[in-house]
């Protein structure tokens, strides 16, 4: 054990206490003095900091976790009696030790300080699920945590990464997430994107073509063979060299986030306009130039299409990479794209694997993501008392959450009197589609307010920009509208096909007012900090939250001509993708919720019929269960009767 230093003058040995037991509690004696000469207190601290050298765990675990067995939450004025039996506890736990021979851990290269404010964290202590995920943590089995909206996850997380001193990375998608984690986590857990990790591991061989100029998906498509002058008719739909391109490169991105060893007709991307009983044809017609695509971007030397990170995913994942580590901590695990959760899972052998995300807000399909949460080999755990809203929400969410078929219910927090009805000022307003986000752009312009967007209003721009150039009787690029040649065209498909209603609103302002005016209004967006009012799409809008939110119209389904028994007509039926962008929706009002276009489902609550929940709701979290070689923690005994 390390040297215990001196005492300087007068000054005075410092006190134990329950949040940290002082290391070197007592100055250095004169003489030695037995262990039983120490007073109780004293030899505590002794046997306490040798748990934490020889089990990893911190001081500060290894002090929450003696007194949970104690049953009590403090030791401060503690009798005699508990003393002795926090004595004895520890006593055990060091002989369990020392007959499974573990071995002292290295010291670390830096100390293991908990983040300050990790460490004075104020507010509710860690709820029986979280405390559940911390035993299962230690433990080393493999688990997944799914996490409702406002549970606490981000804790968990901390918790998670402080529960020992293991070599650990984290791994999130998302920049922001991965810098925020770095900040609040010890320094034995990494905090990496999977896309940098990739790109650091090819730099030596494809270090070259990293920071290529963007350029049109038609340029790339001209190198590949796609002359400016092909065009090739579908159906109804003529298929430019710009939209073959975009189609060929579109199968290129879609194969990376597969774990597919070899690109098919299945990967063509969804094409708006385009007949599902025409996508065979076009798959056969543009793979020859996506697996052109995909040799160059193989190919170190290779120049015709730009390497971006989602191919630098694929070539590193095709490695059969090993990540290093005690444990791999995978955040938002319910968006993570089949060639990531292959990786991950290849981990199994050495390291530990935790997931943690919320299966119900996996939204993002449409780009390749899969919730990989619930078929998850390991223990599932779950986080369900929401800290961010009160009852009457989580029942509204807990609605959308039993239509979606989530192993999960929430509880609202009964310290919060969330409220659910029309708003007049609201602070946010969550949109399903970029075009509505332009419908209420406008609306709220009109009316004087200040608007902010969350996000960038590049695809705004880029959207109304398109729909005016075939306003004006030119063809767009732009891949939402690339297949339509007139505005006629896209007048009727908005109309008419059910996939289109949502460019409807679009549609119409375009035809009062005016691209160019639409375009003004996109640019007189504000910041955050000053404006009346923030817009966002449901899908930016996760992970935020507001004080009062209301839901914009374009969530209500398109009808269809079917009419029901009363003479209404019937709306389109909602998707499971539908269930979970309203209950991330939802979810988002702290105070006041507005459910606007979700009202819908008063009239139709059969609509709301969804799978049947994988695994029921609990009030309190099920008992650990036991590995075969138990830990020395569950030999200590239970609490001392009262």
């Not at 946010?428 to 209420?440: P, V």
């Not at 209950?583 to 009239?603: C, E, F, H, M, N």
Request: proline share 8%.
């Amino acid at each position: 054990m390390s040297r215990k230093p001196p005492r300087r003058g007068n000054e005075e040995a410092p006190k134990d206490t329950d949040d940290q037991i002082a290391l070197f509690a007592s100055p250095a004696p004169k003489a030695k003095m037995s262990a039983k000469e120490l007073s109780p207190a004293r030899r505590l601290s002794g046997l306490i900091s040798q748990i934490a050298r020889l089990s990893g765990l911190h001081h500060a675990e290894v002090n929450r976790r003696l007194n949970l067995k104690l049953g009590v939450s403090t030791r401060t004025g503690a009798s005699d009696a508990l003393i002795e039996r926090a004595l004895e506890l520890a006593e055990e736990y060091l002989r369990h030790l020392a007959a499974r021979q573990c071995p002292p851990l290295p010291e670390p290269a830096a100390p293991l300080v908990l983040h300050p404010k990790t460490a004075s964290r104020k507010g509710p202590p860690p709820t029986p699920e979280q405390d559940l995920a911390v035993e299962v943590k230690l433990s080393g089995e493999h688990f997944a945590v799914q996490a409702g909206a406002g549970t606490g996850k981000t804790a968990t997380l901390v918790l998670l990464a402080h529960a020992d001193r293991h070599r650990g990375v984290f791994l999130a998608f998302n920049r922001s997430v991965v810098d925020d984690a770095a900040r609040r986590f010890p320094p034995n857990v990494h905090c990496r994107t999977p896309h940098s990790i990739a790109m650091k591991a090819l730099a030596s061989r494809y270090g070259e073509r990293y920071g290529a100029p963007r350029e049109p998906a038609w340029r790339a498509g001209e190198r590949l063979g796609i002359a400016r002058t092909m065009k090739v008719t579908f159906g109804e739909r003529v298929m430019t060299h710009k939209a073959l391109s975009s189609a060929a490169l579109g199968m290129v991105v879609k194969f990376c986030h597969s774990n597919d060893t070899d690109l098919s007709p299945k990967h063509l991307p969804y094409i708006r306009g385009l007949d599902n009983g025409h996508r065979p044809e076009v798959a056969r017609f543009v793979l020859p130039y996506a697996k052109r695509a995909w040799e160059d971007l193989q190919n170190p030397d290779g120049r015709k299409v730009k390497l971006d990170p989602n191919h630098a995913l694929k070539i590193w994942a095709m490695t059969k990479p090993v990540i290093p580590g005690d444990f791999l901590l995978l955040d938002e695990a319910q968006d993570t794209n089949p060639v990531l959760e292959e990786v991950f899972n290849a981990q199994r052998s050495h390291a530990q694997l935790i997931m943690v995300g919320d299966s119900a807000q996996a939204i993002y399909g449409w780009r390749g993501a899969r919730d990989v949460m619930t078929g998850f080999d390991g223990r599932q755990l779950v986080l369900s008392q929401s800290f961010r809203f009160g009852p009457a929400l989580a029942e509204e969410a807990n609605r959308w959450l039993d239509a979606a078929g989530s192993p999960i219910r929430l509880r609202g927090n009964p310290a919060l009197d969330t409220t659910i009805g029309p708003i007049e000022q609201p602070e946010a307003i969550l949109c399903r589609t970029n075009a509505g986000t332009i419908t209420e752009t406008f609306r709220l312009l009109e009316e004087g307010k200040r608007v902010a967007l969350v996000g960038s209003a590049k695809a705004l721009e880029e959207l109304a920009r398109a729909a005016g150039e075939l306003k004006a009787g030119r063809r767009t690029a732009h891949p939402e509208l690339v297949l339509f040649q007139t505005w006629g065209e896209l007048q009727e498909y908005a109309e008419e096909d059910p996939m289109g209603g949502d460019l409807l609103p679009l549609v119409d302002i375009i035809d009062t007012h005016g691209a160019e005016t639409v375009l003004r209004a996109v640019q007189q967006l504000t910041d955050e900090s000053v404006a009346d009012v923030v817009l966002s799409t449901a899908h930016k809008a996760k992970g935020r939250e507001w004080l009062s939110v209301k839901i914009a119209e374009d969530f209500e389904p398109q009808a269809t001509s079917e009419v029901d028994a009363n003479g209404r007509q019937v709306p389109r039926p909602y998707t499971v993708d539908d269930y979970r962008l309203a209950y991330v929706s939802v979810t988002r009002a702290r105070q006041r919720l507005d459910r606007g276009g979700l009202q819908w489902i008063d009239k139709y609550p059969d609509l709301l019929a969804g799978p049947v929940a994988t695994m029921p709701p609990r009030s309190t979290p099920e008992p650990p269960a036991r590995p075969p070689a138990l830990s020395p923690w569950d030999r200590l005994g239970p609490p001392p009767m009262s």
